[in-house]
């Protein structure tokens, strides 16, 4: 099966690099110079993934993106800018992208977004079809994955600790983006009195909320004493700050499929509560 790939970029070069560059990987490409071709294009047309350029004239990507969301909502997309910029990468993510590259594209982080973005358009296809597999891998090996020892006793650092017992509820700050991450213990995550998620030591709860700052909808009771840390948005900044733009563009590519494995395994549940069965 050849995957097909939409590139949108109003700089020809910028297009004639990213296509040839997919072409010589076996990869069907097709070309549009701005956002309202793109758009006029994929009316009639389904690609398997879109690259977007985030600046353009008469519509930039994320405009771009969200009306390509509305058409086809299992859209995989990747954006391009051409400033490194943490901001703009979050802002991405909230209109629903994958993961960004930063120009100049290099071919090796290319093809490697490439081929992770395609493995996640299976993903979702499946999800849409079948019963969703409830995965075992815990939210901090997924988050924090590609991490040094190091890297990730630096990141733990960066929150407070907070005992807790059976019984309690553990409140996340009215701060967007705060999250925690359990230490020990066991919490259920509960919506409308029904138990949706079990947490235990490794999980992480909240982080969510870094890419879409609304409101939370579900309750965390403490099943028995647990420990955990609680990050606030403005030391997650912080921290990134001062680190690599790899390891920060790794953590948001991360960040975006544990939202993801946690919808799925959130939505399985509730559906037999509700007596409905994903894979009818």
Do not use: C
């Amino acid at each position: 099966m050849q995957y097909r790939v939409m590139v949108v970029d109003d700089e020809q070069n910028i297009r004639e690099i990213i296509s040839e560059m997919l072409t010589d990987a076996g990869y069907s490409v097709s070309l549009a110079v701005d956002g309202m071709d793109a758009l006029e294009k994929i009316q009639y047309e389904q690609f398997d993934l879109y690259i977007l350029d985030i600046y353009m004239p008469r519509m930039n990507g994320l405009e771009l993106m969200v009306k390509l969301k509305e058409l086809q909502p299992l859209a995989v997309v990747v954006v391009t800018t051409g400033f490194s910029s943490i901001d703009v990468a979050v802002k991405a993510i909230r209109n629903g992208a994958f993961h960004y590259l930063t120009k100049p594209i290099q071919a090796e982080e290319l093809m490697k977004v490439v081929a992770s973005g395609l493995e996640h358009k299976r993903e979702l296809n499946e999800a849409g079809g079948q019963a969703a597999e409830i995965q075992t891998e815990t939210t901090e090996s997924m988050l924090l994955r590609g991490f040094s020892p190091e890297q990730i006793r630096e990141f733990k650092s960066v929150g407070s600790f907070a005992s807790y017992k059976k019984g309690d509820t553990i409140l996340l700050t009215d701060d967007p983006g705060a999250m925690i991450w359990v230490e020990n213990g066991r919490i259920s995550v509960e919506y409308n009195g029904n138990l949706i998620d079990t947490l235990k030591a490794g999980d992480i709860w909240g982080e969510e909320s870094f890419i879409n700052t609304g409101t939370g909808f579900t309750s965390l009771i403490v099943q028995q004493d647990s420990q955990v840390r609680h990050f606030s948005r403005r030391k997650l900044i912080e921290f990134f700050t001062y680190q690599d733009e790899t390891l920060t563009k790794r953590y948001m590519i991360n960040l975006i499929q544990s939202v993801y494995v946690k919808w799925r395994r959130a939505i399985f549940k509730l559906g037999l509560y509700s007596g409905f069965s994903p894979g009818k």
